[in-house]
């Protein structure tokens, strides 16, 4: 029996639900990089960025290239980068319209807060 749109929806974002892996996609959003240049901008152990740069590569997300000793990893397709700005201007909405409500209570002192 073939998996629901929206049950491969959730193992997608699921996938996406880890703060290495959401930064490992940001890192090559500007294009390729070996996997020594990913472990030198984030704070995490080369075993942990193995194990995270081998789910993203087995859901697809992304291809690696080897040239000599060195793999090199970039992004399957643009739409990941698409997909993460997307989520930066939904955060971005967010956080404004949370901004407004805050100050809205702010300016409204000694009225009761229903």
Known sequence: MPVP???AKAEFFRTLG???RIRILELLQDGPRPVREL???MDIEPSNLSQQLAVLRRT???VSTREGNTVVYELSTPDVADLLRAARR???E???DQGTLLAELRGSVGVPVL
């Open 5 to 7: 749109l929206y049950q």
């Open 90 to 92: 939904i955060l971005t």
């Open 60 to 62: 697809g997300l992304l």
């Open 94 to 96: 967010m956080i404004t």
């Open 39 to 41: 472990l030198a901008e």
């Open 18 to 20: 880890h703060p290495a």
